[in-house]
């Protein structure tokens, strides 16, 4: 059982959540406020910040003089106290939520399906063909940044063939079909690569069969403004974390087919991505996808750049980004600002503005 939305407006103190519970006052609720050193006034955040590991602690209470084992029912009193305390928090979603993020996802694949041949037939149209040469550009907008004006050589099929046995010869196979790169994805990324430029890629734009659909791929959710108010925003880009596995894991062959990062590398950086989604709950996807912009758009180019002053045993300046890729992992100062204080009070997120007006 959950509180209606309306109920978790109102829910503003430990006192207000112990009473929709119930557990009134009694030898039950002093033990826990003794126990969490919290009172009936505490603000519900402090209670979900508690680690779940730390709070079944409180389901080992006794009571009494004579010491008696909680019983199921006040185990659950517990439980549904600590439970509507990270809803109230906004940690976790509810139910009405979680329904709301399944139909989200179903429809994005079912968008992703519906436009994947309207996608290629587009982007083969919108690449127009040099003057002077014969050879076929692609507009960089159509497929990695919609702020760029540059155009990009599209290789032939003997270097996209080429890629592919590199891909075959690392991974042992060739990509599934949910995360093959086409030959458009790829020209653009190796141009930005042979220009020594970050090979970043919007995720409202790139993603599986060649996916383009600006203006369909949306993800909204709360975030912490800068006077403390919990604040709805919505912008563009994968909605989801599974949406977001799906457009990186076709970076993830584009970078192995170049030959630029290794695999290795690359599904640690996915792998921390969920991480921090599993820690801190679906709620602060939109910060911790800001995050992720953050780091593979301008922290990315940062960190090449330390690289090539320092040179360190392990930077290679032909072939960069593998070591900006590991150095991004270890990086945790720049995580822990952006992500990792995400519970905390006085944290604000950055806006969709500040992201160079790509949403």
């Known amino acids: 059982m959950e509180p ?31 126990a969490s050193g919290l009172t009936l006034a505490s603000l519900p955040r402090l209670v979900a910040a508690i680690p779940l590991d730390e709070f079944d602690e409180f389901l080992t209470l006794t009571l009494g003089d004579v010491p008696v084992p909680l019983t199921p029912a006040q185990k659950s009193q517990i439980r549904l106290t600590g439970a509507t305390c990270r809803l109230a928090a906004g940690l976790t979603i509810t139910m009405e939520q979680q329904r709301a993020t399944a139909a989200a996802e179903a429809a994005f694949a079912a968008t992703a399906a519906a436009t994947a041949r309207e996608a290629q037939l587009a982007a083969a149209a919108s690449a127009p063909t040099a003057a002077n040469t014969g050879e076929r550009k692609i507009k960089i907008s159509t497929i990695l940044d919609q702020t760029s004006d540059a155009e990009a050589p ?16 690392r991974i042992g196979g060739t990509p599934p079909p949910d995360e093959e790169v086409t030959g458009d994805q790829l020209s653009a990324l190796q141009s930005l690569v042979k220009a020594r430029l970050v090979p970043y890629a919007d995720f409202a734009l790139f993603g599986p069969y060649g996916l383009r659909i600006r203006r369909k791929l949306v993800l909204s959710g709360l975030i912490i403004s800068t006077d ?21 894991r076709v970076l993830r062959t584009a970078l192995i087919m170049l030959g630029e990062v290794t695999p290795g590398a690359l599904d640690a950086y996915e792998r921390q991505i969920c991480r921090y989604h599993e820690r801190y709950g679906p709620s602060i996807w939109v910060l911790l996808y800001q995050a992720d912009v953050r780091m593979r758009l301008e922290h990315m180019e940062r960190l090449r750049r330390i690289g090539q002053s320092k040179a360190p045993a392990d930077f290679d300046a032909a072939k960069p980004w593998e070591w900006v890729w590991q150095e991004s992992l270890r990086d945790l100062a720049f995580w822990r600002l952006r992500v990792r204080g995400a519970g905390h009070p006085g944290h604000h997120a950055l806006t969709h503005h500040e992201l160079r007006d790509r949403r």
């Open 228 to 248: 403390g108010i919990l604040k709805q925003v919505e912008l563009k880009g994968p909605p989801l974390l599974q949406d977001w596995i799906r457009c990186y």
């Open 4 to 34: 209606t939305a309306e109920q978790l407006q109102g829910m503003n103190t430990l006192g207000t959540i112990m009473n929709w519970v119930p557990l009134p006052a009694g030898a039950l609720s002093d033990a826990f406020l003794a």
């Open 154 to 169: 599209a290789l032939n099929e003997a270097d996209v063939l080429s890629a592919f046995e590199r891909y075959a010869s």
